[in-house]
């Protein structure tokens, strides 16, 4: 079994920086990627960033540029970091895992497992 346990969202203004964790825990093995999803009320969930294996990231365009991935894989933990933000982020970020650990997948349905999310809000 895998657990993700997201922390590290809360209210910010715009222009504000937070820095989101994920720690993963369980039977991960030692290939996999992690990604961050979001999804704001009434609208579809959608790919934020994500992080292979081997370091190789994936953004998505309109945070390309604010945001950062990173993963310390010794505390199995990953790591984004949003600056610049804006009232368009607020949303529930989610982050996922997914045993293809060569690549980063765009698409949720790659990902099994999930964690319970943690809200970022953005105030202008």
């Known amino acids: 079994q895998v657990q993700l346990v997201e922390s590290g969202g809360g209210q910010v203004q715009a222009g504000g920086s937070l820095r989101l964790s994920c720690a993963t825990s369980g039977r991960t093995g030692t290939s996999y990627s992690v990604s961050w999803f979001r999804q704001a009320p009434g609208k579809e969930r959608e790919f934020v960033a994500g992080i292979a294996t081997v370091g190789t990231t994936r953004y998505v365009e309109s945070l390309k540029g604010r945001s950062t991935i990173s993963r310390d894989n010794a505390k199995n933990m990953v790591f984004l970091q949003m600056n610049s933000l804006k009232p368009e982020d607020t949303a529930k970020y989610y982050c996922?895992?997914?045993?293809?650990?060569?690549?980063?997948?765009?698409?949720?349905?790659?990902?099994?497992?999930w964690g319970q999310g943690t809200q970022v809000f953005v105030s202008s």
């Open positions: 996922a895992l997914s045993t293809a650990g060569r690549f980063v997948a765009l698409s949720a349905t790659e990902y099994r497992y």
